[in-house]
């Protein structure tokens, strides 16, 4: 595989890890906090993450479904986030290949346009559907989210960043 | 591939599966339509109860964390609020004792007028008590989930009040648990009366800040700063009588042959816990109406029976 000068080798992600980060991803979404608009969207986060590391398990399809699980919770038109997580995940797969070779802030500047479309989407569905303006620090939202990308990259390559034979130097 | 392995294969370069321009499609349309099935035909919603009812426990199991931390910081802020706060409702219970007695006094009589009038005795309201869990995540409206549900004999379209007022109403019942959506919300309309000059009106929500607006007055209507609105009864839904808002600001415009009104919610709408869910007006009238029309075959079978024992006897 081609990989950009002085990367480290990883092990290869395990399904289990990604089904468990998605699910804690929609934990954190669905914890009752109130009606915050600029609260940033880590189920999203996620998404796009794995769609970028990992788009043969993790596609579009996935996203769909999350999106409808999270318009359910959040009383939202039901499609709205689907819609939204939909367009983010393609995307994400269309950016998958020249991401990774850019550096961690390089990689969140080029994600931030992808989450302004999702919110974009989400905006124009529900100013069509006759909502309310939900107030200006919805802008907060997909920059929080941009610049949680490097946090949750390093969170989430963890697992894969260990040493492929552990002993007792290395227990992790 | 079976979850739970590795993928120790190298990616393929043709076989990709599908295209993700084509799932995309595929999902686009799919939102697409279920937006629509939701938004204009109401199609959607068994599908939304199903998803519901199976995200319930998770978040059920969410509030406790949130809750507990409201708790720890009750806890820190000392008992010095919780005695305050204390204080406070004991004023309100002795307020409200010599309000009920009264209002009961009021009551009968009320009824003893109408009796003499000959009008149709007021609505006695069946309620359900509920709390309020939390407010809905989405920002396009202003809705809050009550632990109440269709098991409890929640109705979609039920007036929800609390100590102060009006809340809102029902918009969604789900199995154990509703959506209120709030007089704030932008689609939330009702219609109100003002106490003082007996003027009928319509308010709607939606106006910055959680505040209302009273639509198509005109300029040189009589209202004033401070006004209580009161719902009218006159929708169905709501029972007549109940406090709605004050009047914020009147702004009479050169421009405009109506008066722009600004209302402030009588009760903290963001703000609540404990609430009440009474029962669709509508369906009490269909109550009341078989109540009387049963009462009235009982009296016109009472003369009846009378007539049949007299008729017996001799």
């Not at chain 1, 797969?93 to 070779?101: D, E, G, N, P």
């Not at chain 2, 003002?194 to 009106?201: K, P, V, Y």
């Not at chain 2, 106006?207 to 209202?223: I, Q, T, V, Y």
Request: proline residues 7%; contains cysteine.
């Amino acid at each position: 595989m081609i990989m950009p000068r002085g990367h480290q080798l990883l092990l290869p992600a395990k399904p289990f890890f990604i089904a468990l980060s998605l699910l804690l991803a929609l934990i954190v979404d669905m914890v009752p906090v109130g009606r915050q608009p600029w609260m940033p969207d880590v189920l999203a986060l996620v998404l796009v993450f794995w769609n970028v590391h990992q788009p043969r398990r993790v596609g579009v399809g996935w996203a769909f479904v999350f999106g409808l699980l999270v318009d359910v919770q959040h009383g939202a038109l039901l499609g709205q986030h689907a819609l939204a997580y939909s367009v983010l995940s393609f995307g994400a797969i269309a950016l998958h290949r020249r991401l990774l070779w850019f550096g961690l802030l390089g990689q969140a500047a080029q994600v931030l346009p992808l989450f302004v479309l999702a919110h974009a989407i989400s905006i124009a569905v529900r100013l069509m559907v006759g909502g309310m303006w939900p107030g200006w620090s919805l802008l907060l939202a997909p920059l929080l989210e941009a610049l949680l990308w490097p946090l949750a990259s390093w969170l989430l390559l963890a697992p894969q960043r260990r040493p492929p034979d552990p002993d007792a130097h290395r227990p992790l | 591939m079976p979850l739970g392995t590795l993928d120790r294969n190298p990616p393929p370069f043709f076989r990709q599966g599908t295209p993700a321009l084509t799932k995309l499609l595929f999902c686009a349309a799919l939102a697409i339509f279920l937006m629509v099935a939701d938004a204009r035909f109401k199609l959607a919603n068994p599908a939304r109860a199903v998803l519901a009812l199976a995200l319930q426990p998770l978040q059920r199991a969410l509030l406790a964390p949130v809750d507990a931390w409201e708790r720890a910081g009750d806890y820190l802020r000392g008992t010095e609020r919780a005695m305050a706060a204390e204080d406070l409702a004991r004023r309100q219970l002795v307020q409200q004792a010599e309000r009920l007695s009264r209002a009961e006094q009021l009551q009968q009589e009320n009824q003893r007028l109408r009796a003499l009038l000959d009008l149709r005795p007021a609505l006695q309201v069946p309620s359900i008590a509920a709390e309020v869990l939390y407010e809905a995540a989405d920002p396009y409206s202003r809705r809050v989930v009550i632990d109440r549900g269709s098991r409890q004999g929640v109705a979609a379209g039920a007036p929800v009040i609390n100590d102060a007022g009006v809340l809102g109403q029902v918009t969604r019942v789900y199995m154990f648990s509703s959506e209120v959506t709030l007089l704030s919300d932008k689609d939330a309309a009702i219609p109100v009366l003002n106490t003082r000059s007996q003027q009928r009106g319509a308010a709607f929500g939606g106006l910055d800040g959680g505040g209302m607006e009273l639509r198509f007055m005109a300029a040189n209507a009589d209202l004033r700063e401070g006004d209580l609105l009161t719902t009218s009864g006159l929708d169905g839904v709501y029972p007549a009588g109940l406090p709605v808002a004050r009047i914020a600001v009147v702004e009479r415009r050169g421009d405009s042959s109506f008066a722009r009104v600004s209302l402030r919610p009588v009760a903290q709408l963001d703000d609540v816990r404990h609430v009440l869910v009474l029962g669709p007006v509508q369906e009490l009238e269909k109550v009341r109406a078989e109540a009387h029309a049963a009462s009235a075959a009982a009296a016109a079978s009472a003369p009846a029976r009378g007539g049949k024992h007299s008729g017996a006897k001799p």
